[in-house]
């Protein structure tokens, strides 16, 4: 195979000349030499591995491409840099699209276990020696810590609040291998998972280490709960069997962690799980509403949408749980770079406007470009995203409460869970139909009960031992198996 130069240019750099070989993709030359992108790893649909071809080199657009840009933009020379391959020399410019910076959510809301009602958490300084717990919310996006006095967690059961010593969060640093959890289960299969396992390790040192020199002593316990694949990447355990049929986890047992060989503090404890995509993380949301009773005579909803949605139905003495992916359409818009909230908020205010109709399609005037609302542009392409998110939630919605034979009258509450769901207008949820109107008004955003439930989890034996018991007793639907999925999912597309 004969070798190319690719000239690349790059705003306030010098010119570099990479050879890169007839065929290759310039995403992996581009990465290879260093040009590194927080993207959807070369799936032709998150739009930021823009590159800009000089003069008129630039090979003909495919279909990936005219989604993408404008037929302006098209004509300048834009392509997607995963979409094509190196055929000749060129000179290119990049013009990555940086995601925006997402950021982690700590809070959760009072009131959601029941003893501590309309109580909210209360940050102090540690007093003398009294001991502390980190909890970790190993998201797939974001990593958020906390330390909390471990005698805090029996008081937050009683009524009492959480103390809350320090924070601290970051960005995970899988992200630099694709944004959503196929991408990474993807470069693992392709030999990095040991390069996975330490950039989230590392991480993880550093933010345990910054709290504990902050607090000036070492935590007693911590204690971290991730989705399953998060989980196994973490641990290196093989992730193979996770992204094929049927789907089988290594392990959903609790497991042991040191984080890196010359760290001195205790081991990370990670939490249980209840399958392949119901992870330790939503376990420990469910511990954090109260969900795990034996009896679970309440009806009650479970919902957490972040890169996932996942959801539980508790009543009549079950729980069940079950997932979807939902893409990037919760954590901003495919190509838009829009805050997944914002998202929500701006399709109910296009829909009362009539920018787009019932079936999501936008006006003639803003098919093309995209509806502008200041910096924000929403694409055809996000609206679509967001559509199909929200049709497998609903639907999914739907059949767990038919699984449990309860209508929307049956239930008592519904909490929406995830950093997502903590800034959501629930009204405008309803309004584009993220869950059954009908359950509008019972609605409760919680915040991060991953966070807290971890908290709870680490901090007390007993609540470990019944989050294992939820964990074993967790029934899980799978949605695509079940009869009716895909006409209830297709009857939810329209807003
Ligand atoms: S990496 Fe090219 S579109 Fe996402």
Request: proline content about 4%; some cysteine; charged content about 25%.
């Amino acid at each position: 195979m004969s070798e190319k130069k690719v000239t690349v240019r790059q705003e306030g750099k010098e010119d570099k000349v990479i050879d890169a070989p007839e065929g290759a993709v310039f995403l992996q030359v581009l990465k290879m030499n260093g040009y590194s992108l927080v993207c959807c790893n070369g799936k032709g649909t998150c739009g930021r591995c823009r590159i800009r071809f000089c003069g008129n080199g630039a090979p003909l657009p495919g279909a990936a491409d005219r989604i993408a840009f404008t037929a302006e933009q098209l004509r300048g020379g834009y392509r997607l840099a995963c979409m094509n391959r190196v055929r000749q020399d060129c000179c290119i410019q990049v013009e990555f699209v940086e995601s925006r910076q997402v950021e982690a959510v700590t809070a959760y809301k009072g009131g959601i276990t029941k003893p501590a009602e309309g109580k909210p958490e209360e940050k102090a300084m540690p007093g003398g020696d009294e001991p502390y717990i980190i909890a970790v919310d190993l998201g797939t996006t974001t990593i958020a810590m906390q330390a909390v006095a471990l005698s805090s967690v029996r008081e937050w059961q009683r009524g009492g609040n959480l103390h809350v010593f320090g924070e601290y969060s970051c960005m995970n640093p899988q992200r630099q291998w694709g944004s959503d959890v196929l991408s990474r289960l993807q470069a693992a299969a392709d030999g990095q998972a040991e390069k996975l396992a330490e950039a989230v390790r590392t991480a993880l040192a550093e933010g345990i280490g910054q709290l504990g020199r902050k607090l000036g002593k070492a935590p007693q316990g911590i204690w971290a709960a991730g989705n399953t694949a998060m989980e196994h990447l973490l641990m290196g355990l093989d992730t193979a069997s996770l992204g094929r049929y049927p789907f089988t986890p290594v392990s959903l047992e609790e497991m042991e962690l040191l984080p890196e060989p010359e760290y001195k503090g205790p081991r990370i404890g990670l939490l249980p799980g209840i399958s392949a995509f119901v992870g330790a993380d939503i376990a420990a949301g469910l511990l954090a509403c109260g969900f795990g009773e034996r009896r679970e005579e309440s009806c009650r909803l479970f919902i957490d949408l972040g890169t996932n949605g996942e959801m539980a139905a508790a009543g009549k003495g079950r729980l069940i749980c079950t997932a979807t992916a939902a893409g990037p359409a919760f954590e901003g818009g495919a190509a838009a770079n829009v805050p997944g909230t914002d998202m929500i908020a701006l399709l109910a205010e296009m829909l009362e406007t009539g920018i787009i109709d019932e079936s999501g399609l936008l006006e003639d005037a803003y098919f093309e470009k995209g509806w502008q609302k200041g910096a924000l542009r929403i694409t055809q392409q996000d609206i679509r995203a967001l559509q199909m998110a929200k049709a497998a939630v609903c639907a999914g919605v739907e059949l767990l409460m038919e699984a449990l034979e309860i209508g929307a009258s049956d239930v008592e509450q519904v909490f929406l869970a995830g950093g997502f769901g903590y800034y959501l207008d629930v009204e405008k949820a309803a309004r584009i139909g993220l869950f059954p109107a009908e359950l509008a008004d019972k609605v409760t955003a919680v915040g991060n009960t991953s966070l807290l439930g971890t908290c709870l989890y680490g901090g007390d034996p007993s609540l470990r031992e019944k989050t294992k018991d939820l964990c074993r007793r967790a029934e899980v639907m799978n949605l695509a198996e079940q009869p009716g999925f895909e006409e209830r999912y297709l009857g939810r597309l329209n807003f």
